[in-house]
């Protein structure tokens, strides 16, 4: 029976847990490790809860930490470590992995804590050691990284000789009844947003000033939604796996609200990164203050809303999906393939909103992949390296159905 070991207990992980319980067949022994054990604790007494009869085992690592890692890991002995902890620590699990021998998946490329800076290069070091020891490592198995990318390849495999036109496009059109809060970890959602744009044309990387180009972009079932021209990790694989792609870019959309609020954030300095001295009382209770380094997204983190408690009041849906023009037995065709997913649906299965859902179906996936046998090479590699088809077939089976249209005008 295969071992699978998951770092992290935040939203997309509690969503990954309950897909790997209602999967059980495919997955033998289960563990979660986390910064805080209660943490891991109490996702599987919310699992048992609601009646699955799993018998799941939980530990303490600090996944910062290569060493502790290698304890965990010499001790439970995964086949398969799924990084659902932060995008941080995707280096150290994967020294860990190759020093004990185990597969890795995560969702997110590496970030250094210091640098906001997404790119695949760091991860891509590794292949020939992932090689050379037989292991698989499966990068961005989330909805976008992830998805994204078996749409793409399934839609190269089937559709097209020649993908010529790429858009990504991401629209949340869910209310949380909050003034401000992000989908997922806030820090890691705001460095994100905070960046340059970059989408990719004939060969080269053009560069715009973040959320500086956008326009409404109609999503299914939803309608016009002003969307956002954004760097994406995942464009980045995807334009050199299919060297015929002329331009690929990456939409996503944003409330008014949210982007006032992220200007105010940005203004007052909030966003930044870097290290300040704070002037911190004292614990003893004595009035008196002692200076502390703290980074301001960090402390912004702490006051805003958890991601994971957003679910509740969560209404309305997501539509993520690929937008292709290309050559087909010399004709120009389209293809447009996506999801919507309606965050009370995810609520009610795992406690979790749509953001974490649309993550956490698909990590749980490309691990049963792995597990089957079907995705399973040495080295590092992004997801349109597989097969799409089995992994597009549990999308329809594990709660994120997608659908199909042809020869549409999607021109953007
Ligand atoms: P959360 O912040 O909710 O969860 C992160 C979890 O990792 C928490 O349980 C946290 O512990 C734990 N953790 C953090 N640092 C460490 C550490 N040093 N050692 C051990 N555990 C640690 O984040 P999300 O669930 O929202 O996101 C998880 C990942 O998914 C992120 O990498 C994110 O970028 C990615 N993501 C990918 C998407 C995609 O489509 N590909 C979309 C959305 C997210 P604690 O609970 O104690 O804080």
Known sequence: NPRILMIGAGGVATVAAYKIVQNLDVFGEFMIASRRKAKCDELVNAIHAKGYKADIKTAQVDADDVEQLK?????????????????????TIMDACLACGCNYLDTANYE?????????????????KFEQAGLTAILGCGFDPGVSQAFTAYAAKHYFDEIHYLDIVDCNAGNHHKAFATNFNPEINIREITQKGLYYENGEWVETEPLAVHQDITYPNIGPRDSYLMHHEELESLVKNFPTIKRARFWMTFGQQYLTYLDVIQ??????????????????????????????????????????????????????????????????????VYNNCKHQDAYNETGMQGVSYTTGVPAMIGAMMFVKGLWRKPGVWNLEDFDPDPFMEQLNKQGLPWHEEFDKDIEL
Not at 78 to 90: E, F, G, S
Not at 113 to 119: G, M, R, S, T, V
Not at 271 to 299: H, M, N
Not at 301 to 325: F, H, M, W
């Open 71 to 91: 304890a965990l890991f010499s001790e439970f002995k995964p086949d398969l470590v799924i990084n659902l902890a932060l995008p941080y620590q995707d280096l």
């Open 112 to 128: 250094p804590k210091d640098e906001a800076h997404f790119e695949y290069s760091w991860q891509w070091a590794y292949k020939e």
């Open 267 to 336: 203004n007052l300095g909030m966003s930044r990164i870097d290290e300040i001295e704070y002037e911190a009382p004292l614990a003893d209770g004595s009035g008196k203050t002692e200076k502390v380094k703290i980074v301001p997204l960090q402390f912004l983190k702490a006051v805003l809303p958890n991601p994971q408690d957003l679910g509740e009041n969560y209404d309305g849906e997501t539509s993520i999906g690929c937008r292709i023009r290309g050559i087909k037995d010399g004709k120009e065709t389209t293809y447009y």
